[in-house]
Every structure is written in structure tokens, then in C-alpha cells.
């Protein structure tokens, strides 16, 4: 499972386009310059000089002033299904991804029930292929019911399609139950996804443990919950000679554990959301649950190493943790709320305005990193090279607009940047070849 046409979809005709005059980027390609992207069948044929290449019978695109990147890829995401289907599905979730730019997710498994045997990771790959419209791979449990202490299947999972293994929602207390995965994960492939938490540590926690939570009169979580588990999976993970990947990082001594455990020759990648990088917990101080999150927000010295850990590459990727609730989960007390906040439609246009335009970071790298989920689990990184399937996002870097104004291609509206001001829109997604979605007010032609 290498190609990210082994992910599951909605398969429908390729895409004939021509995109005009954009800014073609991908930093891993070597390409950056303005180009007409030729699309036939959904493959990308062409990097033509602006006007150059014959466009008989394609849609024609005027992209003039926007740029054309690569595609996304968001190896962490909550889909809902089964059991929460009022949250969200892969109709809307997929919907959402489009909308973000993104031509691929992978969903998480701690749904209602799990998703814990081989007959649960078919039934949603059928189910994606009537509704998705982005490619979508499934993790399945490390442990049967995410319940920390019996394995699942882990050859047969694999054998019937999962991506990877996780119980994320909740940490593996047991290093001896770790083990034993990492073992199974070295002979049957994929890689075990961990959600990196001492629960004897973070107790009945709600937010970062800090000045905020004591001013609040909260009970907080402690950044050494997080940072104590990846030192103690990593050293495990480096003496089985396993694969691990690390599941939204939030603080500055995760980060150095992450490092120490690379430089060690631990096979071992991270992951960052759009929240951690870009918010602290002082968003916390008017109590809205939109912003409570597992792991919570942290200071502005977790943010800053974390953005330096992403810089530098000891962070591999961007990861939204999409987690979409009702909003009667939301609207309680604080202590009483649910966790996570929705990301795909806001992952891009939030970075670019809070880091990428203030030259926190550069446009290239971010492009890098917002792709690279796909590399951290085997699967081919989107390129607009001539000859790839056709994984192509058109964003408008100049338009503005408030995050939520216009509703949500989302089931949920629990977004924690809802209101904000940004700039950068996503005007059109090419995933797996297929258009997967298109802004409304944007028109495109055919050509004569």
C-alpha cells in the first residue's frame, strides 16, 4: 500500500483541465514558477509555458495571481463513522478535506464501536467508495475496544486493508501491551500511531497546567504527561526496531524527546496541528470550549518550539486532528465539554496567515510539511510533476474572508478559529485525479 491511489474513494472520471498562469510550486519537485498545469484524464501531462500548451475540449482554469501546490495529506482525522454520524461521515468529512486542499486523510478508529476487526475496516472501505469524495485510509485499534489490554488482529487487519494502528483518545498505559504491538507492527507493516499521555498524570485535567489554569481555578495537564510517554514508546520502539509515529505534539519537552529519540536511530516521526502551532492557552481565559483540546493548548514557549521543531525537521508533518462534535457537547461548562475542535477547512489559510505572511515560515516549507503526512505512512507524496496523478490544490493567497461566515462543508461547527480573519482561500481540489471540490463563486470555462 505505497500509492495513495490504494486509499479508498469514490472513483469518478479524470479531471480535463488546464489551470493558466498560476504559480506552480512543490518544493520536493524543484518546481516554482508560473506555469499552465495541463490535466488529462486525471494525470498531470503538462508544466507549460503560460499559453503555450493545446487545450481542445479541457476546462479552462484562469489562475492568474493564485498559486498551485501540491495537494495535502492529513494522516490524523476523526470521520465519525461508525456510530457518530451526527458529528460527521465520510460524505462531509471528505467534503471538508476538499475544501481544505487536501487529497487524502487517513480516519482514526475510536469510533462507536471501534474499529477493532477485519469486517469493520472492509465495511468502511466499501462505504468510502460510494462516498468519499477524497481518498481515505483507516487505522484500525491497537487493542480490541481501545481498552489498553488485549491486542487486536493485527495481521488480519492489515491482510483486510488498515493503514496503521492507534488507540488514539487514549494512551497505552501498559509498556508491556506496547511491546507486543511493536512487535506484531515489525512483521505485519504499517505503523503504530500514539496518542502520548500519562493519564496518572493528567488526571481530570481540562487545560494546560500553568498561570492560565491557576487563575481559571482549573485542574491542568501537565506538558510532562506528554513528554514522559514518547521517551518511554521511543526507547521501546528503538529496541524492537519498530515504527512509531507520534500523534500531535504540543510541547517543548516533547519536542526534545522526539529529537533525542531520532538522533538515537529511533524509527520515529511527529505530527503538529494548526491549533498548537498557532494558539496558546491564553485562549482559554473566556472559557469557550472551542478551544479545549486533548492534548490542551499550551504556553508560548511550547508554541515557539514547536514552529522551530517543524522548521528544523524533528516534527515530520502537519496534522489537523480534525475531531467534529455536536454542539450540545460544546455549549456546557468547561470542565464538562468535550474535547477537539474541527481543522481541515482552516489548516492552510490559518498557517499562512498567522506564520507564513509574518515570515515565521517560509511558503515552501510549509508546503513540505503539509504533504509530508503521506510519507510518514507509506504512502506516495502528492507532486504536480508532469506524469503523477493529478493531486493539485488552487489557492487564491490575496482573498479574504472569516473563517465560518459562510457556513461549513463540515457536519460540525466546532472550530476553534471560527470568526477569524484570513487570508488565503482554497478555490478548487484536485484529489486522486477527480475534481473533489470547487468554491462556490468560482467559474471555469471550456476552452475552444
Known amino acids: 500500500m505505497s500509492a495513495i491511489s490504494s486509499l479508498s474513494w469514490r472513483r469518478n472520471e479524470g479531471a480535463e483541465l488546464i489551470v493558466r498562469g498560476a504559480r506552480v510550486l512543490d518544493p520536493r519537485a524543484g518546481i516554482d514558477g508560473i506555469r499552465d498545469i495541463v490535466i488529462r484524464q486525471g494525470e498531470i501531462i503538462e508544466l507549460a509555458e503560460p499559453g503555450s500548451a493545446g487545450a481542445d475540449g479541457l476546462e479552462s482554469v484562469d489562475a492568474e495571481g493564485m498559486f498551485a501546490l501540491p495537494a495535502f495529506f492529513d494522516p490524523h482525522v476523526h470521520l465519525r463513522v461508525p456510530g457518530h454520524e451526527h458529528k460527521e461521515d465520510l ?146 520502539a528503538a529496541y524492537e526496531e519498530a515504527r512509531v509515529h507520534v500523534l500531535h505534539l504540543s510541547a517543548r519537552e516533547s519536542v526534545e524527546a522526539v529529537a533525542r529519540a531520532k538522533e538515537a536511530g529511533a524509527r520515529i516521526t511527529a505530527e503538529v496541528t494548526p491549533h498548537h502551532l498557532t494558539m496558546t492557552d491564553e485562549a482559554v481565559r473566556g472559557l469557550d470550549a472551542r478551544f479545549k483540546m486533548n492534548p490542551p493548548l499550551r504556553s508560548e514557549e511550547d508554541r515557539l518550539a514547536l514552529i522551530e521543531g517543524l522548521r528544523a525537521g524533528v516534527i515530520d508533518c502537519v496534522a489537523t486532528d480534525h475531531a467534529p462534535h455536536a ?12 474535547m477537539g475542535v474541527t481543522g481541515l477547512e482552516t489548516a492552510f489559510p490559518v498557517l499562512y496567515t498567522d506564520l507564513v505572511i509574518p515570515g515565521v515560515l517560509d511558503l515552501e516549507l510549509l508546503v513540505e510539511r503539509m504533504t509530508a503526512g503521506a510519507a510518514a505512512f507509506g504512502f506516495d507524496v502528492p507532486t504536480v510533476e508532469p506524469g503523477s496523478e493529478a493531486n493539485v490544490v488552487l489557492i487564491d493567497p490575496e482573498a479574504e474572508w472569516e473563517a465560518g461566515t459562510e457556513g461549513w462543508e463540515s457536519r460540525s461547527e466546532n472550530s476553534c478559529f471560527a470568526g477569524h480573519r484570513l487570508r488565503g482561500r482554497v478555490l478548487m481540489t484536485v484529489a486522486a485525479g477527480q475534481v473533489a471540490y470547487r468554491q462556490r463563486s468560482f467559474a471555469m470555462g471550456v476552452a475552444a
Request: hydrophobic share 40%.
Open 91 to 236: 460524505e462531509t468529512g471528505t467534503r471538508a478535506a476538499g475544501a481544505g486542499g487536501f487529497c487524502g486523510v487517513l480516519a482514526m478508529p475510536n469510533t462507536e464501536p471501534p474499529v477493532d476487526g477485519a469486517p469493520a475496516v472492509q465495511a468502511l472501505r466499501r462505504q468510502a467508495e460510494r462516498e468519499a469524495s477524497v481518498p481515505v485510509g483507516f487505522f484500525a485499534s491497537i487493542t480490541r475496544a481501545i481498552a489498553g489490554d488485549e491486542l487486536t488482529e493485527m495481521a488480519e487487519l492489515r491482510e483486510a486493508g488498515a493503514v496503521g494502528f492507534s488507540d488514539d483518545g487514549w494512551p497505552l498505559r501498559s509498556a508491556r501491551v506496547l511491546r507486543r504491538a511493536l512487535q506484531y507492527q515489525r512483521l505485519v507493516g504499517g505503523v503504530v500511531a500514539l496518542h502520548e499521555e500519562d493519564p496518572e498524570l493528567s488526571g481530570d485535567g481540562a487545560m494546560h497546567e500553568g498561570p492560565v489554569s491557576a487563575a481559571l481555578g482549573l485542574a491542568g495537564i501537565p506538558s510532562v504527561s506528554e513528554s514522559t510517554m514518547i521517551a518511554r514508546d521511543a526507547a521501546l
Open 327 to 338: 454542539s450540545d457537547e460544546k455549549e456546557v461548562p468547561f470542565e464538562e465539554a468535550a
